[in-house]
């Protein structure tokens, strides 16, 4: 029903901000690793954001590091945040590219981006992109996040 005024008047849905807020090895062969990713996912509009899926593609450090897909439904409240976790898969080359890369910088920039899939909206989807920092140096055990 709260939907109803956005979906009739044809308000087209602004894409949602999507950042990477934590990664954690789930499990590891010697041909694949999967990661659980937590995404905070922003809504821009003035109104719920029903998701009923996204897709994502993972860089880190200028490299391909994972991708991965959701079809979980979420709402994001209007102006407001959700989090999300998704499963992403990597190969033993990249993960071992991203290890040199992190002993001899220090820190993760990532670049996320994918298509976001809307429930109830007349758009029924819009792409999204966005970077961050990972800082590890001066971290007291711990991953700094900084934008």
């Keep these: 029903m709260l939907l109803a005024p956005a979906a009739c008047s044809g ?8 950042h990477v807020v934590d990664l954690r090895l789930l499990e590891s062969s010697v041909f694949e690793q999967r990661f659980e990713i937590d995404l905070r ?37 209007r102006l407001g945040e959700a989090r999300l976790s998704v499963v992403a898969s990597t190969t033993l080359i990249e993960l071992v590219r991203q290890m040199q890369l992190l002993a ?5 920039d990532y670049r996320i981006s994918g298509i976001a899939y809307f429930d109830s909206l007349v758009r029924r989807s819009a792409p999204y992109e966005s970077e961050g920092t990972f800082a590890l140096r001066g971290s007291r055990g711990g991953l700094s996040r900084g934008i």
Excluded at 47 to 58: E, Q
Excluded at 104 to 108: A, H, M, Q, V
């Design 11 to 18: 308000a087209e849905p602004v894409a949602p901000e999507v």
């Design 41 to 77: 996912i922003g809504n821009p509009n003035d109104f719920d954001l029903p998701l009923d899926g996204l897709t994502f593609d993972l860089e880190v450090n200028g490299e391909g590091f994972a991708r991965g897909f959701s079809s979980e439904k979420i709402t994001v409240p």
């Design 104 to 108: 001899e910088r220090g820190d993760l």
